[in-house]
């Protein structure tokens, strides 16, 4: 256990399992990487009652089988429809974050801090202190890979309360959009167009929110 406790032997050990899992499954023939959203609908319809559970378990080990993750958030849409297709994403997205912060936050948290600069520690200190809305912003424009963005933020100090109910928030929009574009049958132009009315109002509130927390912060220091 003392062995553990360095983070280098942490890291190492971390970097073993996940390579080991990734050629089990690909021994096993597992892999996704250009598999289709109808395919995999029948394959997870076969299933029966037990198709959610497998859909979230593949959403979990998805960067080791190589599974798309746009093609994996809208198949939930073809599977289940909107509606029901956003609470099976929802529940997978948010297992997969946390799962990924709490492994960056445990196994190489400690070694980057380590390394980090004042300037760099600043702004650590500064998202510790505005995790909430930092993560906020990032769910709401994904700008950056969901395993990233998992991984980047566990390596702050943001707390993991913000980190989970942000992204529990801000990936809503996005969540919806993906599974109302798999379930949809009307055309692509308007279906764009509708992804684009989420992203709009997400950042219409998010400014509409910013704007009043600032104000209120303002008002505190002053």
């Known amino acids: 256990m003392k062995r553990l406790k360095n983070p280098w032997i942490r890291l190492f050990a971390l970097i073993i399992v996940l390579t080991v899992l990734f050629f089990i499954f690909r021994l096993s023939s597992i892999d996704f990487s250009r598999i289709r959203e109808t395919e995999f609908r029948n394959w997870v319809k076969s299933l029966g009652v037990l198709g959610p559970l497998a859909y979230i378990l593949i959403y979990l080990f998805r960067p080791l089988i190589l599974f798309p993750a746009g093609v994996l958030s809208s198949a939930a849409g073809i599977i ?20 990924e912060f709490i492994i960056g936050r445990y196994f190489a948290r400690d070694l980057i801090h380590k390394h980090l600069n004042k300037q760099i520690t600043f702004i650590d200190k500064k998202i510790e202190n505005h995790g909430f809305l930092t993560v906020l912003l990032i769910r709401l424009i994904p700008n950056i890979a969901w395993d990233i963005q998992n991984f980047s933020l566990s390596l702050t100090q943001v707390k993991f309360r913000d980190y989970f109910f942000a992204t529990f928030i801000g990936i809503m929009p996005g969540s919806f959009a993906f599974v109302f574009l798999g379930s949809s049958l009307i055309k692509v132009f308007f279906s764009r167009n509708a992804l684009g009315l989420f992203l709009a109002f997400s950042l219409f509130i998010l400014i509409y929110y910013l704007r009043g927390r600032f104000k209120k912060e303002k008002g505190i220091s002053s």
Request: aromatic residues 24%; proline residues 0%; neutral net charge.
């Open 80 to 99: 289940w429809g909107t509606y029901q297709g956003f609470f099976y994403l929802l529940i997978a997205a948010n297992i997969s974050s946390t799962a």
